[in-house]
């Protein structure tokens, strides 16, 4: 079992160790013009246990060029965002949303949560006090719970409070990733239905936010904006060792002896990230906001939303 | 009744108008090296209803060098907010705190909450999960629920939520507030025993956080941070028509109009500050968490605090 | 003679003193789907001191839906900036420019300037270094000087050493305006060719930025985002003294002691403003920075400059 | 010769690659209650290009208990810094002296020489118009030049810009650093009497901002935050390859083809570094601060100082 937060990367760490396809796993390959969507079920409990991932529906869109932040490769991204969030929220026009932005607004690798719910239209207090305002768009709520180092309590009790209170149809959690690829930074969007699990994510939370500890639905929505450091590492070995010795193995003991010296005495905080991580992050958020937003509102007009974004 | 967040510029507007003191409002004043200290009672429902403040206990802390950022001024204003915040508290070594910044980040003349709560030294994790390396320190946790523009939910629906998940023997409530008279901003702070009411504070929220509506105690701990631009006119407007003709008043009927005239098209969100109003928050919000961090772990060594709150 | 940023409220303050026409001023008003621009020139050196603005022509662009942050307004309003920016650059293909955003970007109401350098599309180090990507663009550089508090420098002293070394053609100055009517915030951009006199903007630098002091011409761009607090309250008073009694006039003596006593301890530092000040200034150094842009590289097609822009 | 920003760093792999302690280099140690201060000096051109350092003083701060944040180590680690920073400077009373702080002050990871030019106290402006003021304090001021990529302009034509107008004795060059060691991360600090060389630190500026390039003695103060990507996998594998097979080498050419594969298409800007970075910079960035304070102003009373810098 493999624990990266990454569906699609963890499918192709199992395949690449057993060299064939996994049973109980089945994938699906969309092109859109600036990208690729793949879409991973996890059918039963045993491909559960060899994934290392709940049952249920990972769906990965792929977009190299969203990295150079050209409006016209954020709008498609968002674009098709909406439409794989559409289709696993499937939600009847009265369900109302609450937006859940996990994450630190203070530690700047890990604020793509706090920075959605700072973006994003909310719509849930204008629906109680001037409906004829907001007609046609849904109930959206949004919120940021902050992480146990700076709140002292567990993301997850914090969201089950509020979800007691406001009593959403669904929930969307918005998190900042780790992949085991550095092309993945901020070019990868993962949806998945099965929420949040435990110890998962950039912030190791103990409980998960899912429809277990939440009592709805839960699509999860992360964007990788680092790598761990210890990972990359491990790649590098793993590498040179196919290069030099193909068939010989990397010694378990030996990379786990480098890796403990090597990043001594930061362990697992350290990672690997673009300098220009601030700008990462915002992008990142903005597209994630506007592919949710358009997915919510269906009944306004694209051309109003857009213009409630900026 | 009036309407300000100040009990002692209440008290002092009711005293204006009617020139005698109020019944049912008793009094004390202390001196401390920079400042002054007035306890404010508010000790039956005739002075609540005169006043506008809720039955209690009203601490008001005035330091005009505070504005200096001096660390000796800091330090002893820090120190006589953690002895009256101590005595008001009353708790037991096992009670635990739960500390709610409110106000919104991205607001800077509105952030003071927000930024005690980055600051706060938080316990409540490292009780349940390491309880030996916090011994001697109470449990803290703290968390800021946003405004209602941004999460579209009431900051006391959420409060609720996460008071009814963490329990906690007492609630400290930090909000920003509005003063009317300019000398105080960021030089006075406010504690109070009887939380905040329903549409006081820079967000006028619908609910107030307060024993009723959290079924725990809420200490109230604020410090002016804007003025009402309206307020200030208003205020010109009588001193100039005292200035000119003692014993006529201002007609009420013009001052509103003049008032209405200059403001629109912002009317209340309009605000008078310090043009360093950054400085001002991150100044008032670092004394306010020491002296709160303060009278909370009466029992870890004041040094070993002060270590830890740089 | 006035003392105000916008030449607009200049001229109009000494028109409503007198009561006529001021002769050696033109001016000519336009209107544009979301506003009007009006430009006042200054002809001779008797209206130069009249009005207290250098001779040389000043365009207020006034679009009061600005403030509603819609994109077709923003859009807009950067069109006719671009077109009148562009009649008074009045530039060669050749020519370099060097934008200075002037202001301090830790302090809020401040940091327009600053936010236009963070989103300005500099080139001139690609055409030193790769010319081939940047052939249809003019050189733009960007700089933001910061403020005599924070730096100890006068930010025409650094911004004159700047000039050279890069010796721009043209240098454009960004700046955060006072205005004396609050409905201006945020709604409202002047640009004039006559840079920025010393004294003046909301840092009173004691050098000014102009084509005297820089050897080459400077247009200043500048929004109000502040009014002066004291200024609100003396328009307060005098519209309460016309109201009650037409004819009569307000004491100067009378109204400068309210003034000192209100505002003291803070005198010239306190601002009205928005309390979403963060907003506005993010909101009107994008529709500026746009509008530059525009202004700047007129060979290149509008919709690569806006994918750059966002 | 290799290229790294800490001369410890350098002279140690050199000395690891030949087992020998080179010729031309001189080394002093000393230890200090939370660490331990080496002195480097390269005495000659060979040791200079064995190296790759220009002949002059290293002096590296290593207190690993930086990283905890206790005041107590932060006020040592300054007063070493202050105390080496006078030896290097060597000033008179009457020298003026221009702090700048290299880097991008929107990437966080870079953030440091703008960090500290907002904590600096800068008097240079008081000398000038309230001498009696500071009559105690030395004339200093303070600049952030940005980066090539924000601004267009060369850091360093824009500090001569600068210096030709301020004339400074002495300039002190304040960068983030990249180090070859992670535990280096926010606990060391270099210090150099050479200035800083083209093509160093974090931004690789083709100029150098040096004596010959600036006309005076120019002081660099950095901090590593941030270790290459690049050179953590490679001292990862060769690290594993010592482990494996005492004696045999690393081969180049297969180990860069890993580096390619592995940090592709981000190549040189990705970074190792801590989570929480942003903390990490405020940290590192006060302690700077307060040493550089320190050593400038010798005849004001530390506690003055102190009060002066929180």
Known sequence: MVNVDLALEARDLVRGATGQEITGVSEEKQEFPHGTVTIIKILDERAESVIGKPKG????????????????VQSSVADILAQHLRSLLN???????????????QATPDALGPTVVKYTLVTRHLH???????????????FAPGVLGVTGIESAEI?????????????????????TNISRLGTTVQIGDTGIAPGSGVN?????????????????????????????????????????????????????????????????SLIVTPREIDDLILNAGRTVTRGITLALHARVPKEDLEALLC
């Open 159 to 179: 969201i089950q409070g509020v979800v007691e209170k406001v009593n959403p149809g669904v929930i969307i959690a918005v998190d900042a990733l780790a992949a």
């Open 204 to 268: 190791n939370n103990r409980i998960g936010v899912n429809i277990q500890t939440m009592g709805v639905p839960v699509i999860a929505i992360g964007v990788p904006t680092v790598v761990n450091a210890g990972i990359i590492m491990q790649i590098a070995l793993e590498s040179y060792q196919n290069k030099t010795a193909r068939g010989s193995r990397l010694s378990p003991v030996l990379s786990k002896e480098v890796l403990e010296e090597t990043l001594k005495p930061f362990e697992g």
């Open 128 to 142: 109680q006090h001037m409906p004829h305002m907001v007609e046609n768009y849904r109930s959206v709520c949004a």
């Open 57 to 72: 529906a990972y769906i990965t869109i792929e977009a190299p060029n969203l990295r150079l932040k050209l409006p016209e």
């Open 91 to 105: 939600l009847s026009d009265a369900a109302s949303v609450l937006i859940i932005g996990l994450g630190n607004w």
